[in-house]
């Protein structure tokens, strides 16, 4: 089995992969569009991609994706970011490799522990464990980038917050079968006016079906005008919903059915 | 009068800033926290920091950063984002350094152009731009980037999409007053049941109060429970206004006022 991941090797992304498969074949691609088209174009058979960190918030290039390919979110994955110090010792660390985003999630530990170290921006986790190579420097990565690079770990989880977790989704070319609790993901456009959102959100309220995400994202179309991203306990087969979107596509100018997935992901 | 922004020097935060003021001294920090940070703080008078990008979305740092500060957005900043090919030829050039953002929205350009170049992924466009130094080397950089650091722009607005805009805050202690067409921006967090979301956007419906942007987030505090970022239309010494956050006070467990501004933002 091939899956489509975003790269390099040794990224959030990679370790979210291992969850999912240890034997399957990864293929790392550059851009988030470029792992849809992967598996669109049949290189693949499935593809993972970052969908929402809890710290950073949703990642707007899956949402877009999302929108444009003919593919279905079928699971989810949630993977505890845990960020790690690698190097010789700390106290010797005069130059430290780190992501902005690692940087702003381990911000304090690195203001207590490296005030009077250089601090050197990279373009991925897995850059910051191939640069720290000097005695005197270190990089804050994930434990797999430290393996993958063979890296030696001085300090544990690192992050500020006790717990970050990023939800990740598999996709493939249709959403998951009905299981016991499934949540539901869906895309629209309607038209902007005072009171049209509360309305189609009504349509949920009514039926009793609870909302877990809305997203208002610009509309690239128009701008001004917004598409909302919506996620909703149920799947497509119960009639309850299959009813609200019924409804819910006379209220609206298009709808689109990005994925159902069993509702507790997977570890 | 200083301003803070996020750093390094010649990104389009950078840019950004130089709308608001020419003759400003800017602090430039590492992260979108220590912006905050410095203003709260003293060291500054001001501070500028992207909210959300037309293409990738909320800039979830500036909306978690807005719920821990006591400090208020008070004008909008729209910035067109434009990127540029800098180097020698674009025939010759063999490596290109480019941001993981900036390869995602140039990315058919950097296919159509660069097939056999080696794309070098870094830390920040201003990175891009100080690495592109030997002959066979090209960057993909905004303007001010290619300026800052002395480089030859030989194509220009390169991005894929005609139009990219990221839309800027300006922070100070306190929002701005009422002017002739404002927007109000908002955070709360209610119980999480069905319906919830929907009696409370009864609220501005009910009101003729139009909503411009909604957004979930995950409650750091709870897992599972989110919290919500709403953009509205009028200014909180309107008395309409007052009253719906008034009403909107007694259905949630807490509400902040984020900030009021002009809605046209500013040139």
Redesign the interface.
Known sequence: MKISVLGPEGTFSHEAALIYSKSAQFLFE?????VFDALYSGKSDAAIVPL??????????S??ALLEFNLKVNKVLFLDVQHNLIGHAKNDIKKLYV??QA??QC?EYIRKNFQSAE??????NA?SARLANESFEGAIVPLLAAQVYGKKVIDENVQD?G?N?TLFAVLGKSHAKKSRDDRTFIVFDCV????I???I??L??KA???????????N?RK?GD?I?YVEFHGHPEDEIVSDVIDELKKKTRFLKILGAYPAGGSE
């Open positions: 550059n851009t988030i569009y470029d929402e960190n809890f710290i950073s918030g949703s990642v707007g290039e949402l877009d992501h902005p940087h702003a911000r601090i050197v921006h990279t373009s991925s850059a917050n717990q977790v902007n006016r005072a009171g959102l509360h309305e959100l009504g949920f309220a009793g079906i609870n909302l877990f995400k809305i997203e208002s994202r610009p690239k701008m917004y909302f």
